[in-house]
């Protein structure tokens, strides 16, 4: 009797775990939050341009800007989800956005937790949630 109680408890809190971890597996986010901030799939830390219009759909970190500011990369076959789009570079490559600001890595950054572009010529901002 006890263990058909327990397991009539027990099923909508498994259910609802599995139902969870299948959901985050199939979200279509590029990022995952690590202290704080997002970072990329590589866990380095993600950065917005102020001079990037949000919305414009449109990268302004280009040519030596996009050296030093390596932008987070889609796929082609990238669909954007919630907070997150996709927008098109100038050369044609898709970059991720969030809340409609494309994002970047900072190639000064050279491990997971670095955030020495924060603030960097008072235009590159951490990626918060």
Known sequence: ???????????????????????????????????????????????????????????????QCATNWPPLMASASDQGSGDWSVVTRDDGARQWAFKGKPVYYWVRDTKPGDRTGDGFNNAWRLVRP
């Open 1 to 63: 009797m006890r263990q058909r109680a327990f397991a009539r408890l027990a099923a909508p809190l498994v259910l609802g775990a599995l139902l969870s971890a299948c959901a985050s597996m199939m979200s279509n986010t590029p990022a995952k939050v690590a202290d704080g901030v997002y970072v990329g799939p590589n866990g380095m830390t993600l950065y917005t341009f102020d001079r990037d219009a949000m919305g414009s759909g449109k990268s302004m970190c280009n040519g």
